[in-house]
Structures are given as C-alpha cells and as structure tokens.
Nanobody, 125 residues
Framework: QVQVEESGGGLVPPGGSLRLACAAS????????MGWFRQYPGKKREGVSC????????YHHDSVKGRFIISRDNAKNMVYLQMNRLKPEDTAMYYC??????????????????WGQGTQVTVSS
C-alpha cells in the first residue's frame, strides 16, 4: 500500500500557477501508475491526471489538457502536478494516489486506496 502526503496548494489568481507535490511512502511508486484526483464540495472525487509507472505516458482530464503537467521521480518516491493557467473552476481539494486505471479517458484509483489529507487549491482574484 502506498501512503501519500500532498503539499503545494494555496490561493492564486486566475491565470496563475501552482506546483503540487506528493511524497509517497510504504511502497515504491515505481510499482504503480500514479494519479492526481480532485474533489469539489459535495461531489465525488474525479481523476485529473495520471502517469504510467516509467513515465512513458500521461493522461489528463479534458478540462486540464494543455494546462497541467504530471511528472514523477521514482528514485525519490515523488509525484508532481504542475498547474498552469489556473481557472476558478480548478478550485478543489487535490489528492494523490496510486492509479488502478491510467489510460485515455480513465483515471481511477484502487478500491483500497489510502487517501492522504489532500491539498487545497483556490483560484480567485
């Protein structure tokens, strides 16, 4: 099982950038595709971006394509999400987790996922 701790969220104006970081422990992340997920108040978590085990492929929710970049450092057990040209609708709690599904149109966590505390991203002027 992968345990994670997310960081890097904050308050930014529209058009700004943030870089989220996910520090993983408990299991080498090289064994997993990894993903970033977000949750709006009162809504179910949704997959935002994911990256395959060796970083050969990345996939993104349509709403963030061309703006978000996901990357990983397997040696450091870290996953990152560079968020550019942020929009108010990106405001949400963001979570990192191992991804059971990571391919076009499908970013899904494991059923037995251990969610971290998440990091809040707020885009507002």
């Amino acid at each position: 099982q992968v345990q994670v701790e997310e960081s890097g969220g904050g308050l930014v104006p529209p058009g700004g950038s943030l870089r989220l970081a996910c520090a993983a422990s408990g299991s080498p992340i090289v064994n997993y595709a990894m993903g970033w997920f977000r949750q709006y108040p009162g809504k179910k978590r949704e997959g935002v971006s994911c990256i395959t085990r060796r970083a050969n492929n990345t996939y993104h929710h349509d709403s963030v394509k061309g703006r978000f970049i996901i990357s990983r450092d397997n040696a450091k057990n870290m996953v990152y999400l560079q968020m550019n040209r942020l929009k108010p609708e990106d405001t949400a709690m963001y979570y990192c987790a191992a991804a059971f599904d990571c391919y076009a149109g499908h970013i899904r966590e494991y059923d037995s996922v251990n969610w971290g505390q998440g990091t809040q991203v707020t885009v507002s002027s």
